[in-house]
């Protein structure tokens, strides 16, 4: 049975369940994770389409449900299908990333690629790169234990009797501070071979991801995707701040501590397969929200928004330049560098900064 509410805002309608399990359904906001998952869907098409062997929309469809040629078949499902399974992941676990870090802090400038996580990410890549001159997939576990060791370290830094916003934000700026500077002295002590290769990591790209990037990103994004969505009503709740949570029966400093490190594994795991590319994690959870218009973390239309970001920069990335590839990071920076600078602008018009 279900029941609807008309609040201030969109109406809410509660299901309820066997079992005596409800949640939450905004027709608004399930319309927009509809329509994002449709964009996301339609432009990872067309960017399978993409390349020196243009492929018509239609015809991607077929091969991908088993009826195209085979040479169709080999360039989509084995050199483009797992560059845009990666671009979906990528920007999926970003957008939740984001979503995650700005609900906690309350900030919306709390992205990881503000507060340090992303740094921390390159700086384990970076030590896997110069000093142990390891492969792919080891540059990929350095990036990984270097998201979460940062991680650790700035939640263990942040704390005073709990974590609370805006101290999270301070010190992980601090932290991006230190670890920026930890990244310009290991390109000092690289070779000119490792230090090119570690320019083209940390541009953040895309280029020759294939399916041994796709199924660790799968299988973490499948696993952690459930438990941040049962996370969903408490993280609510704690955007109401850690007086009124606690008055509502909200474990605070475990569901913070669980959502952090599920927002670490998901920023550090998509910048193992991809780099750094910066300000999806700031950009997709804001945007997001603002289609929605509805309160909380808005995870789902996060993860969808993320993912639509990322499929349509990539395709820009090899589109809009004519000749010239640029790898998706750089476009991304340049755009979400236009989308900071005038959030901060309307911050501190409304008088929060």
């Known amino acids: 049975m279900s029941r609807t509410a008309q609040e201030d805002g969109p109406a809410v309608k509660a299901i309820r369940i066997p079992g005596g399990l409800s949640f939450r359904a905004e027709p608004r906001a399930m319309a927009v994770v509809g329509g994002l998952a449709v964009l996301a869907l339609a432009a990872a098409v067309v960017l399978i389409g993409t390349g020196d062997f243009t492929i018509p929309p239609a015809d991607v469809i077929s091969s991908l449900l088993g009826s195209g040629s085979p040479a169709q078949d080999f360039i989509i499902n084995e050199l483009r299908l797992p560059r845009v399974l990666v671009a979906l992941l990528v920007g999926a676990s970003l957008g939740i990333s984001g979503a995650l870090f700005q609900s906690i802090s309350r900030n919306p400038l709390g992205s990881p690629d503000v507060i340090g996580f992303g740094q921390g990410s390159s700086v384990g890549a970076l030590v896997v790169i110069v000093f142990l001159h390891g492969g792919t997939v080891a540059v990929s576990l350095g990036a990984l234990v270097g998201g979460l060791a940062t991680g650790v370290a700035v939640y263990l830094l942040a704390w005073k009797k ?147 970001l990322l499929v349509v920069a990539d395709w820009g990335a090899q589109r809009l330049f004519g000749e010239s590839t640029l790898p998706v990071g750089v476009l991304t920076g340049m755009v979400g560098g236009v989308y900071l600078l005038w959030l901060l602008v309307t911050e501190r018009r409304a008088g929060r900064i």
């Open 162 to 308: 709990g974590v609370h916003g805006y101290r999270l934000v301070l010190v992980g700026i601090g932290a991006a501070a230190m670890l920026t500077a930890c990244i310009h002295y290991l390109l000092t002590k690289s070779t000119l071979v490792d230090a090119t290769r570690a320019m083209v990591w940390l541009t953040g790209s895309l280029d020759g991801r294939d399916w041994a990037q796709v199924w660790p990103l799968l299988v973490l994004f499948v696993v952690l995707l459930p438990l941040v969505l049962v996370y969903g009503r408490p993280l609510r709740m704690l955007e109401m701040g850690d007086d009124a949570a606690y008055a509502l029966g909200v474990p605070v400093q475990r569901t913070r501590t669980v959502l952090m490190l599920c927002a670490v594994l998901l920023n550090a795991s998509a910048t193992a397969a991809a780099g750094p590319i910066s300000f999806v994690a700031l950009t997709a959870p804001q945007l997001a929200r603002r289609l929605t218009r509805a309160t909380g973390p808005n995870i789902l239309a996060s993860a969808c928004m993320g993912a639509a």
